[in-house]
């Protein structure tokens, strides 16, 4: 087999095993594209550890337009414990918010306990966010950095019979590869994970902008110089 066969060879290898270890990970809640302009919901039960107090969310949003601006419209959110919403372009956390707070159609009242607030949080594009919660520790990461820390009086955590719901009836946008495991997570590992790539490209989302160049020398010279894909 010439060298060049080879090359591809791995190179199909490796794109299998990134599909096997990545794309088929149980931990993905939410796979597939879904809109954001309908409220769904995650059944307790298919979550990792529901009530630990160590998990984070992660997942790609791309939002095309959030109105009403004066609205804190659900990203996620499991009923009034842990709330993810975006009030405008600004990404707000609520945490163990009073039984006044209402949620009706995805979009929130009376919410209270904000421990994040994020503006200008980009439109049209594919953001990736990470909402990290170690006890009462709540960091917020996006695109790959921690945009904020805050400590809440208590831990955060939800019993074993509530619900995660996302969506809202107001966001126009669009989710994919989401998750919570209910692990620990730390900056390395939220850059690495930015770095695999985003929601856009296949029905999946898999390695977006990305191409492999297969360059083959022999005796120092260039003797095929090939884009795979």
Known sequence: MSPFLWILLLVFLVLVGYYLVVLLNPEYLVRDKVSLNSVKTIKAADLDRP?????????????????????????????????????????????N??????????????????????ANVPFQKWTHV?????????????????????RFSSSVL??????????????????????????????????????MGSGEGSAIGVLPQTHVNVQVTKNNQVKVNQRVF
Request: aromatic share 12%.
């Open 51 to 95: 009530s630990s107090p160590r998990y984070y969310y992660e997942g790609w949003f791309f939002v095309d337009a959030n109105v009403p601006v004066d609205t804190d419209n659900v990203l996620f959110n499991r009923g009034r414990d842990f709330l993810c919403c975006l009030k405008g372009s600004t990404l707000k956390v609520y945490v």
């Open 158 to 195: 939800s019993t074993d019979t509530t619900d995660l719901t996302y969506g809202n009836k107001h966001t126009q946008g669009t989710l994919v590869r989401f998750r919570r495991p209910a692990t620990n997570t730390n900056p390395q590992n939220v850059y690495s994970s930015y770095m």
């Open 130 to 150: 990470v909402v990290h919660v170690d006890g009462a520790q709540i960091d917020a990461y996006v695109d790959g950095k921690l945009a904020q820390s805050n």
């Open 97 to 118: 918010c009073p039984e006044t707070t209402t949620i009706d159609s995805g979009v929130v009242s009376g919410a209270t306990n904000e421990v994040i607030s994020l």
